[in-house]
């Protein structure tokens, strides 16, 4: 198991940047590993209600309260 996590050792390299050196340390890995996988998780989200909105849109139309879905849609009520 610590070989899953040796990605996020620190490396012993000094980048130069605009601001001066730096170097890429644990804390910055789970960083980038913690924002991929919100990344991961909104597109996720996105996909599915996408495909939810675009696939169960008319049936969601008949049960929609004040019509809000039906202007997006022929609504079957109408």
Request: glycine share 8%; hydrophobic share 45%.
């Amino acid at each position: 198991m610590s070989s899953m996590f040796s990605v996020l050792e620190p490396t012993p390299e000094v980048y130069q940047g605009h601001f001066g050196e730096f170097t890429i340390n644990k804390s910055d890995r789970i960083g980038v590993v913690i924002y991929r996988g919100a990344t991961f998780v909104a597109a996720l989200c996105l996909a599915l209600g996408a495909m939810a909105i675009l696939l169960l849109g008319p049936i969601l139309c008949a049960n929609c309260l004040d019509g809000f879905v039906c202007q997006f849609w022929p609504c079957p009520r109408d």
